[in-house]
């Protein structure tokens, strides 16, 4: 086609024909493209994403977000201005240059359109059940990662005018310079395999790891990152590879398995801890979640003495019911018809070492809730109960002298003139 305008341009004037019918044939292609683009920015686009919206308006969103069809649209572009300049221009520098930019123009826009392909599925991903703990993000950067080096080695080779193998071949030479500079994309995808493949972490998931002062849910799992909103409303970075070469905890199984674990001890003072009378013993009957422990525990202790004769006589002989021992009974029968505690799970009240500060009474057991604010709710109304529970068994809870009581030795109530 140039050369036709060429020779026709030659009839008016031989010295600027060259120039003038170059010149003619980059305005007719510039021209297309220009009514091209009008014709799918201003006409096609808006038809379409009116039509998309009708049916449904978070599929538009999505392509809006995505810019999809946008990028399809200038893909078209380089398509047309590569046919043309195949078409109207004959074989040359121009027609290289040309040529080679739009195949430029195609590749880039090609890999942007594939981006927003992926940006696309992986939000239909997270709206799914199946795949919405899974760390897309990071699969999918790992994807655009792999997909950018390959279209750039393309375009390279593109450029230069030699075959995407050569590239390759050369690459080898380079792998640790890539492997420096990449170093922490490459930890990462490899973190990300492992942490997918092992169902390690999720998001939504509740994430625990000190040495990065991660306490909360896991909102971004990224090729190089995973961001952690804690608990105070900070949110924390942590390296991706991390979570392989570090320790953490996820309570996303406790989450899943209906109970919070209460772990909780109270220390009791040993020296209000004897046997108990039987007025003591009496008293405590009364109350409907002891009286089988008593009944059984007196029938037990009777039988033993009852075999000791004479030397029944004797206190170091005989069994007896203690205070402590009876206390513990009566709140392992509380949490067991608390309604709150989960009746599938361990319910246990045990003993601890003694220490200095007394004797630890550990409540161990399972909330049948795993939210944050019940959980505290029920474990304080077990604890509410018990420490009002006590002078009933005539226990007294161990607690450090506080300034009061000093004060108390030295002034005694019935001396202080107050």
Same mark, same amino acid.
């Given at each position: 086609?140039?050369?036709?305008?060429?020779?026709?341009?030659?009839?008016?004037?031989?010295?600027?024909?060259? &120039?003038?019918? #170059?010149?003619?044939?980059?305005?007719?292609?510039?021209?297309?493209?220009?009514?091209?683009?009008?014709?799918?920015?201003?006409?096609?686009?808006?038809?379409?994403?009116?039509?998309?919206?009708?049916?449904?308006?978070?599929?538009?969103?999505?392509?809006? $977000?995505?810019?999809?069809?946008?990028?399809? +649209?200038?893909?078209?572009?380089?398509?047309? @201005?590569?046919?043309?300049?195949?078409?109207?221009?004959?074989?040359?520098? =121009?027609?290289?240059?040309?040529?080679?930019? +739009?195949?430029?123009?195609?590749?880039?826009? %090609?890999?942007?359109?594939?981006?927003?392909?992926?940006?696309?599925?992986?939000?239909?991903?997270?709206?799914?059940?199946?795949?919405?703990?899974?760390?897309?993000?990071?699969?999918?950067?790992?994807?655009?990662? +792999?997909?950018?080096? #390959?279209?750039?080695?393309?375009?390279?080779?593109?450029?230069? !005018?030699?075959?995407?193998?050569?590239?390759?071949? %050369?690459?080898?030479?380079?792998?640790?310079?890539?492997?420096?500079?990449?170093?922490?994309?490459?930890?990462?995808?490899?973190? %990300? $395999?492992?942490?997918?493949?092992?169902?390690?972490?999720?998001?939504?998931?509740?994430?625990?790891?000190?040495?990065?002062?991660?306490?909360?849910?896991?909102?971004?799992?990224?090729? =190089?990152?995973?961001? &952690?909103?804690?608990?105070?409303?900070? @949110?924390?970075?942590?390296?991706?590879?991390?979570?392989?070469?570090?320790?953490?905890?996820?309570?996303?199984?406790?989450?899943?398995?209906?109970?919070?674990?209460?772990?909780?001890?109270?220390?009791?003072?040993?020296?209000?801890?004897?046997?108990?009378?039987?007025?003591?013993?009496?008293?405590?009957?009364?109350?409907?979640?002891?009286?089988?422990?008593?009944?059984?525990?007196?029938?037990?202790?009777?039988?033993?003495?009852?075999?000791?004769?004479?030397?029944?006589?004797?206190?170091?002989?005989?069994? !007896?019911?203690?205070?402590? %021992?009876?206390?513990?009974?009566?709140?392992? +029968?509380?949490?067991?018809?608390?309604?709150?505690?989960?009746?599938?799970?361990?319910?246990? &009240?045990?003993?601890?070492?003694?220490?200095?500060?007394?004797?630890?009474?550990?409540?161990?057991?399972?909330?049948?809730?795993?939210?944050?604010?019940?959980?505290?709710?029920?474990?304080?109304?077990?604890?509410?109960?018990?420490?009002?529970?006590?002078?009933?068994?005539?226990? /007294?809870?161990?607690?450090?002298?506080?300034?009061?009581? @000093?004060?108390?030795? /030295?002034?005694?109530?019935?001396?202080?003139?107050?």
């Amino acid at each position: 086609m140039q050369q036709q305008l060429l020779t026709w341009i030659r009839q008016f004037n031989e010295e600027y024909a060259q &120039v003038a019918s #170059l010149l003619l044939v980059l305005a007719i292609i510039f021209l297309v493209a220009i009514i091209l683009h009008f014709i799918l920015h201003r006409l096609v686009l808006p038809k379409i994403s009116k039509a998309i919206s009708q049916y449904d308006q978070k599929w538009q969103l999505s392509l809006e $977000i995505n810019k999809l069809f946008s990028r399809f +649209a200038f893909l078209i572009q380089g398509i047309v @201005v590569n046919i043309q300049a195949l078409v109207w221009m004959g074989s040359g520098k =121009t027609q290289e240059i040309l040529t080679t930019s +739009a195949q430029a123009w195609c590749l880039i826009f %090609g890999l942007l359109m594939l981006f927003s392909i992926m940006d696309l599925c992986m939000q239909i991903m997270r709206n799914s059940s199946s795949f919405g703990r899974l760390p897309l993000k990071g699969i999918f950067q790992s994807l655009k990662l +792999a997909a950018s080096v #390959l279209i750039g080695i393309m375009i390279i080779s593109l450029l230069i !005018g030699k075959s995407p193998l050569i590239l390759l071949s %050369g690459l080898g030479a380079m792998t640790a310079v890539l492997m420096l500079v990449f170093k922490d994309p490459i930890m990462g995808l490899v973190a %990300g $395999i492992q942490l997918s493949a092992n169902n390690m972490i999720s998001l939504g998931d509740w994430l625990e790891m000190p040495k990065y002062g991660a306490d909360g849910a896991v909102i971004d799992i990224s090729l =190089t990152t995973v961001k &952690v909103r804690n608990w105070d409303n900070t @949110v924390t970075t942590i390296p991706t590879y991390s979570l392989i070469s570090d320790s953490f905890k996820n309570w996303q199984a406790m989450t899943k398995s209906g109970g919070r674990r209460i772990k909780r001890s109270l220390a009791l003072d040993i020296n209000s801890i004897h046997f108990l009378d039987k007025k003591q013993i009496d008293n405590l009957e009364k109350a409907h979640l002891l009286a089988p422990y008593i009944k059984n525990k007196e029938s037990e202790i009777n039988q033993f003495n009852a075999t000791l004769g004479n030397e029944c006589q004797t206190p170091l002989n005989q069994r !007896g019911m203690t205070n402590i %021992g009876t206390f513990r009974a009566y709140v392992e +029968a509380y949490l067991k018809n608390h309604p709150n505690v989960h009746k599938q799970m361990t319910i246990m &009240v045990r003993q601890l070492a003694p220490t200095s500060d007394g004797l630890p009474i550990e409540i161990y057991a399972f909330t049948n809730t795993t939210v944050w604010v019940q959980y505290e709710a029920i474990q304080s109304d077990i604890f509410d109960h018990i420490f009002a529970i006590l002078p009933q068994f005539g226990l /007294r809870v161990h607690q450090s002298p506080t300034g009061n009581d @000093v004060r108390a030795l /030295r002034f005694p109530v019935e001396n202080n003139p107050q």
